[in-house]
């Protein structure tokens, strides 16, 4: 009988044990947990039956029974303490309770036995009680087995979860006299639950795919993300081997070196090219691990891997992006300076001659104002297909910047080969573009050639060097090419030497105005004078407006020099009547370049604000040549100009193209005759007529005509015979200082004197 119990007790310990060892699915151990529960049940009672089986022999027997029931309930005391449970008996006719030690310790009360009279249903979570309490009515009533899981309150006020397990026993008649069960604590398995839960539920919502096999390997598991990265069910790769996803992209080597790492260090790590379900093949970022037992046998293989398709896609973006230009799809700058420094090396190793063609778009920019930068970038992408299609196998093109393309020819003997390259490009990029509604734009190139290593040594100095050819194209008229030549290298640095320094006269007031009289051709009298930008450097002296307008105007410093013009001329004039001289017209010469840069309109109501000089003494001189750009914008701002009350003269009037077209529609005040058809009057009766033309139009417009370079009075006298209404010249005055300017005014108004 000893030996019985002992091994009860041995059952139940191992039980616990194998349960732990061999369940991990929470729903498993929790069903084998109950089973244990109830053959645990069955043992004990049918060990107490036989107790109480011994206790009814006769009286003969007692003192055997009675050593035995004492050892065999020693025996049951400890398979019951040892399987860390408790026991409750409540005697229902008595109407009291008893726990066993085992019950007193998981409650963790302090004493040796439980208050008399203490029911456990009172130590119920609210939550739980009304569900245990219905449970224990109902096994008292039907006999059924009692079984409920619920959360005590132990002595110190803490709640754990228990499982409770028992029945009611009835007497002969069928009362209920007992209810007794066993009390087990939860919590260590609700924690192995709970963290089993958490990890299937991690595994269940990780964006990475997992898959777990044995140590075959054949899959046993995988989760929800490998069937949305790879396409396959669970059933349908339930047993089969991970190499169902193999790709074909990695020779046996690769899958040998990564089997080697595993076996060597328990992981391997790495990218990974695999496929679909539908034969699609990806890239993959794995991870494999190895899982050993006790003995350090693998049993199981754990892959985990993340589809990196987007993250490799937008790696190669980036990398487009760093060698190529967005818009045209060519190699950037720096990848071409790469690539040219790379093809210099070679072509020195070799002896061989290469040039670097630098294309620009001519009038591009008329393209952009006239049509919207939309087309100009479908112009620009256009022409540099042009020019792919027309280059030689082995030559290489780039977009530098705006609308330039460099092209790198190799393999050339001479400079005729690239021009010959050049001459072919220039004709290929002759080809029009079309829009989707017929329109045709056609954008020539001008080109510069430069040559290795005859022109340069370093790849960023031969780029320079067709830069500053490209100069040399442009005044050779557009579609044309021209070789580097090392005066151009020189004429760029003088650019670049004068705009620093024009910079810095305007800071330091080197900048003066000289004023040329404008006089009435009817009364000889000084009407006005043009304001006439002087440079007066204190090393070099008088700087010719011919040699640093142009720089200002390339550079962008004729923004701020015309501003300071205009403002200069409006204090001077201003100064002057502020001093009680005849009130004069002062004309300010505006570059095309500042049209582009500033408002007008704002920069002459600023200066006439500043200086107090009213609007009509402030006249602007403006080229034809600036009405024909963008005519629907300049007409607005010189209709603001007309309503600011400063007058408007077109300067060289009939060397231009447009203006007879625009001249109507724009709000001018005065035409110029260029005095290139006054030189040769009256020598040249082409220039005569031209010249007796532009007065009558002028006067049929109900315009002031004014002749420039008016230098003998022959000439003078044909202006007045054809009615002439003012002129400037040599013949009167050349530009002078405003001192001196002044004194001519004053002059005058003593000889008669101003009227008011």
Known sequence: MALY???????????????????????????????????????????????????????????????????????????????????????????????????????????AELPRGMNLLRRLHPDDYRRVHRAVQRAMATGEPFAETARLRRFDDSYCWFQARGMCHRGAQGQAER???????????????????????????????????????????INPAVTRMLGYTEQEVLGQN????????????????????????????????????????????MSLS?????????????????????????????????????????????????????????????????????????????????????????????????????????????????????????????????????????????????TPDGMEVVAGVSIGVAMFPRHASKAEQLLQAAHSAVYGAKAHGRSAHCFFDESMIQAARERLEIEARLRSAMARGHLLLHYQPQLSV???????????????????????????????????????????????????????????????????????????????????????AASGLPAHCLELELTESVLAERPEEMRQVLQRLRELGVRIAVDDFGTGYSSLVHLKRFPIDVLKIDQGFMRDIPASGDDMAISATIIAMGRSLGLNVLAEGVETPEQLAFLRERGCDSYQGYLFSRPVPAEQFARLLQAQAEKQPAQA
Not at 395 to 406: K, P, V
Request: proline letters at 3%; charged letters at 20%.
């Open 179 to 221: 209810f007794s069960g066993i009390l087990t604590d939860l919590t260590a398995s609700r924690a192995l639950q709970e963290r089993q839960r958490l990890a299937a539920t991690v595994v269940d919502n990780t964006i990475e795919g997992v898959v777990v096999t044995d140590a075959q390997p054949c899959i046993l598991s």
């Open 522 to 608: 009817a009364t000889g009298r000084i009407v006005g004078a043009e304001a006439l930008l002087r440079w007066n450097d204190p090393e070099e002296g008088l700087i010719s407006p011919a040699r640093f307008i142009p720089v200002a105007e390339t550079s962008g410093v004729i923004g701020p020099l015309g501003q300071w013009v205009m403002q200069e001329a409006c204090r001077q004039g201003q100064a002057w009547r502020a001093a009680g001289l005849p009130a004069v017209r002062l004309a300010v010469n505006v570059s095309p370049r500042q049209f582009q840069l500033d408002d007008m309109a704002v920069c002459a109501a600023q200066a006439l």
């Open 242 to 285: 991970p190499r169902i996803f193999q790709s074909g992209r990695h020779d046996k080597g690769f899958y040998q070196a990564m089997w080697a790492a595993v076996q060597r260090s328990g992981h391997w790590q790495g990218e990974i090219w695999n496929k679909r379900k539908n034969g699609e093949v990806f890239p993959e970022r």
């Open 290 to 434: 190895a899982v050993h037992d006790e003995e350090g046998q693998v049993t199981h293989y754990v892959c985990m891997f993340s589809d990196i398709s987007q993250e490799k896609a937008q790696h190669q973006r980036l990398e487009f992006l760093t060698q190529r230009d967005s818009l045209t799809g060519l190699p950037n700058r720096a990848w071409f300076i790469e690539q040219l420094d790379e093809a210099m090396n070679q072509a020195l190793a070799d002896g061989e001659q290469l040039a670097v063609l630098l294309l620009n778009l001519d009038r591009f920019k008329d393209v952009n104002d006239s049509y919207g930068h939309a087309v100009g970038d479908e112009v620009l992408r256009h022409v540099a297909q042009q020019v792919r299609l027309s280059l030689r196998p082995g030559d290489l093109l780039g977009r530098m910047a705006g609308d330039e393309i460099a092209v790198l020819v190799r393999h050339l003997r001479n400079t005729e080969g690239a021009a010959a390259v050049a001459r072919h490009l220039i004709a290929a990029t002759r080809k029009p573009w079309r």
């Open 5 to 111: 119990w002992v091994l009860g007790a041995a059952w139940v310990a191992a039980g616990d044990a194998l349960l732990a060892y061999c369940v991990t699915e929470p729903q498993q151990l929790a069903y084998w947990q109950t089973l244990k529960g109830w053959l645990y049940v069955l043992l004990t009672g049918a060990l107490a039956w036989w107790l109480l089986a011994r206790m009814s022999r006769g009286q003969g027997e007692i003192g055997a029974a009675r050593a035995d029931l004492l050892h065999s309930e020693n025996v049951l005391r400890l398979a019951l303490e040892g399987s860390g449970s408790g026991l409750w008996d409540w005697d229902l006719l008595r109407r009291r309770s008893t726990h066993s030690p085992g019950l007193v310790r998981l409650l963790r009360y302090q004493g």
